[in-house]
C-alpha cells in the first residue's frame, strides 16, 4: 500500500486544523484598540497552536518522507494522531476565552501530552514495519526531542494547578526547543536519553 | 478517466468532514471542570463519528486503490456517498446536544445507514464498470461486514425508539467490528452471507 | 505551466465549498421531530446547492483534464468562477432561512448565472490558449448546455418576482438536464444552438 | 526534499482561508434586499480579500514552480507566510463590521504589511538555497513589485488615521497592479527600484 493518500488526508487535516482555529478569533464589537486588545489572550493561544500544528506537520512530513510503505496499524496510528491534534483548536480557544486560568491550561497541555504519546505511537508502528537498520528507524533516531516533550508535558500540567504560567511558559520552551535547530540541545538531549 | 482527482477530492472533503466537527464542541463558558463536563455527551459523539469517517476513508481508500478507471456514474455514486456522509457533523450535534434522546440517536443511524448503502453502490458501480474476475471484485469480495452493517443500522435505528442506549451501543459495535481486525469474525461473517 | 497545482487548489475550495455549507443546517434545539422539520427548507436549498457544486466539480474535472497546459489568464478566469462559486453557502443559506422567499431565489439565481457566465469565460480562455482543433475544443464542444443553463437562468431570476416556486422549479430542472444523461435532450439543445 | 508536499499543504491552507473568509458574510435576517445591502461594507472587503488570497496563491505557485528544493528554514518561512495570510478572514470581517473604521483599515493593512514581509523573507530564503544565477532567481527577479507593495502598505497604515479611504484606496490600488499585467508599470517599477 501506499503512502502517498495517506499523506496526502494528513495533510488535508492538518491544514484545516491550523485554519479553523482563527475562527475562535471572534470579531470584536467596535473599533476601538481596547476591543482589539481584549483578544490578546486569545491571540497568544493562537499563535502557539499555530506553531504547534506546523510542528506537527514538518515532523510528519519528515517521518513519511522516510516510510516507504504502510499498513494497516500505521492507517490507525496516524488517524489517532490526526484525533489527539483535532482537539487543539478547542483546547487553545477554551484556554484564551478564560485568560490562561488553572484548568484550561491543564487541558491544552493533556490534549499535547496525548498528541506526543500517538505521534511516538506512530513512530514505532513505522519502525516496526520497516524492521531494524531501516533509513526510517535512522531518520527518527533515539527521539530524545520527543521524549522530552512528553516529560515536560506530564509535567507543566502538573504545575499548572500551582501557578498556571509555569505550565504555560513550559508549553513555549518546548515549542522553541522544536523550532530552535540548536546542535548543543540536541546533544544535550541525546546523551540523556 | 483518471481516477487520481476522484480520490483527491474524496479526501478533501473527507478531510473538512472530519475536522469540521469539531467546531460543534462550543468552548464552554467558565473554566471549571463542570464546564468542560457539561461537554461529556458532545465529546462522545464526536469520538463515534470520528471513527467511523476516518473508517469511511481507509474503506474508500482500499477500494479506489484496487480500482483502475472510473466513469460518470461512478462519479455521481461517489458524490452521493460525500452528501451522506457530509450529513454525520450535523447528526452528531444533534445527537450530542440532546443527550443521546430517541429520536436524535435514530436520525444518527439513519445517516450511518443511507451511507452505508451509498457506499455499497459505489462498489457495485465500481465492480461493474471492472468486469467479474478483476481485481477489484476480488477486493471487495462478498462484502459480508458491509451487509452486516446495513442490517445492524436498520436493527438500531427501530430499536433506538424502544432503547435509546441499545441504539447507540450497537454503532459502537459496528464501528469495533471494523476496526478490530478479527479473523473470527470476518469468518463467520462470510459463513452468514 | 503546468496544471497540476491549479486542479489541486480547485479541488480544495471547491471541496471546502461542498462541506460548509453544512454548517448552515444549525442544530434545532429541542429532540422532537418537528424541530427537525423546522429546518426542511434549509435542508432542500443543501440539497440542491450540493448537486450543483458536485455538478461544477464534475465538469471542471473533464475540461481540464482535456487542457494540457494554462497560463496568467486561465488562472484568473478560474479564480473568477471560484469567487462566484464561494457565494453560493451565503445564496443558500438565505434562500433556506428565509423558506424561498423571492428575493432570496432570485439572489440564487443571481449567483447561479454569474457563476455560469464565469466558466463560459473560463471555457473560452482555455479554448483561446490550446487553439482551434484542439482536443479541448472538441471537449467542450458547442457547449449548449451551459447556453441553455445561462438562459434559464436569467428568465428564473426575472420569474421568482412573480412566482418564486417557479424559479425555484427552474434551477432544478438545470440541475436534472445537467445530472441525466440524456441522449435526446442533448441532440435537441445541440439543434437549438 | 521534495517541494511536492510544501506546495500541497501551501495550497490546502490558501484554500481554506479564501473560502472561510464567505463564513463572515453571516445571513442576514429578513428577505429584503435593505438587509442585503447592510452587507455591502463586509462583501466589498470579502472582494478585496479574495483578490489577495488568490494574488498569493498565484505568486506563492510560481515561485515554487521555479523552486526545484526546499530545506528547514524554507518550510518555516513558508509557515510563517501562511500564519499572517491566516489573519486576512479575521482583519476583513474587522474592517467590514465597521464600515472602514480607520482603525480596523490600518490593521488591514498591517496584516498586508507582515504578509509582504514575510513573502519577501521566503523569497529571500529560496534564493540563498538555490544559489546565485539559478532560474529561482532569475523568475524572482528584483521583486519590485514587492518592494512598491511593502511601500504603499506601510503609507496606507499610517495614512488610514487621517482618512481611512486613502488607506483602503491604496490597498486596492495594490491589487490592481498585482491584476494588471501591463509592462509599462513593471518597467518603471523595474527602473526605480
Sequence with gaps: MGKQRLEAFSDGVLAIILTIMVLELKVPHGASFQALASLLPTFVSYVLSFIYVAIYWNNHHHMLHAAGKVNGPILWANTHLLFWLSLIPFATAWMGDN?????????????????????????????????????????????????????????????????????FGLYWLVALVWLVPDRRIERVLALRS
Design 99 to 167: 485568560h490562561f486560568a488553572a484548568r484550561p491550561v491543564a487541558l491544552y497541555g493533556l490534549v499535547l501530552l496525548m498528541a506526543a504519546l500517538a505521534y511516538y505511537l506512530l513512530s514505532r508502528c513505522l519502525i516496526h514495519h520497516h524492521g531494524a537498520g531501516s533509513l526510517l528507524e535512522a531518520a527518527v533516531g533515539a527521539d530524545a526531542k520527543g521524549k522530552f516533550s512528553i516529560a515536560v508535558y506530564a509535567a507543566a500540567i502538573l504545575l499548572s494547578f500551582a501557578n498556571r504560567w509555569v505550565g
